[in-house]
């Protein structure tokens, strides 16, 4: 491992955590609300969730860097605002690998909601406990193991995100050069590369190694509430 490869790894290890750890809250806001509401609106809501699942990366990357690019809508805005400018920085890699792993941590936490028995919800409800109260002191602790596994889900799709983030951020070393794009880079280089070995063998084992903690994480949620 050169010094070079070490900095891909920790640069997408770097996203891939930020991705998860931002995106999570919101997937278990969407998860929850899709499950247990019919409101005015909800097959939009449920459209726009799963969208990124089925569009191509490139043209998610597209339309990123359309919005949030320097001279776009929300781009200009968060740079005038804030300071902020995300395209071709890596904050803009986490936020593209967060938008690509956001339709399989909803479906993860919308799965666990449902299969959450609505009565325990109801009888509280009925004891006067306000559904703020209920959804963290009853909903919550039963759905550990569906977040913990969209956790994870989204931290392994956000690791090997491709398409979207070299549309919206492309692969500046150092910068945004994730281990896809450590790996399409090497493989335009004539003739067998290391490199590809490495990262390609890291990918899997950061992604075996993300599955079998999750299922650890899982049981151990599911000892303790029994």
């Known amino acids: 491992m050169t010094p070079e490869l070490w900095s891909v790894v920790a640069l997408s290890l770097r996203v891939s955590l930020v991705a998860m750890v931002i995106t999570l809250p919101l997937a278990v806001a969407v998860g929850y609300a899709l499950a247990r509401f019919q409101f005015r609106g909800w097959h939009l809501v449920n459209g726009l969730a799963h969208l990124p699942l089925v569009l191509p990366p490139v043209v998610t990357g597209y339309i990123l860097l359309i919005l949030f690019g320097r001279n776009g809508a929300l781009g200009a805005w968060l740079f005038d605002t804030f300071g902020i400018v995300l395209a071709f920085r890596w904050t803009g890699a986490a936020l593209a690998a967060g938008v690509m792993a956001f339709p399989l941590m909803v479906r993860a936490i919308r799965l666990a909601v449902d299969a959450v028995d609505p009565k325990l919800e109801e009888a509280a409800a009925t004891l006067g406990a306000s559904r703020l109260r209920i959804f963290v002191t009853i909903t919550l602790p039963l759905i550990v193991p569906g977040v913990l596994a969209a956790a994870v889900l ?10 979207a983030t070299i549309t919206f951020v492309a692969a ?24 590809v070995i490495t990262l390609v063998g890291l990918s899997v084992a950061l992604a075996f190694g993300a599955l079998v903690v999750s299922e650890a994480l899982a049981r151990r949620v599911r000892r303790g509430q029994q």
């Open 154 to 163: 989204g931290f392994a799709k956000a690791i090997g995100e491709f398409g």
């Open 172 to 195: 500046i070393p150092g910068e945004t050069l994730t281990i896809p794009s450590a790996i399409y880079a090497e493989l335009q280089i004539p003739g067998d590369s290391p490199a």
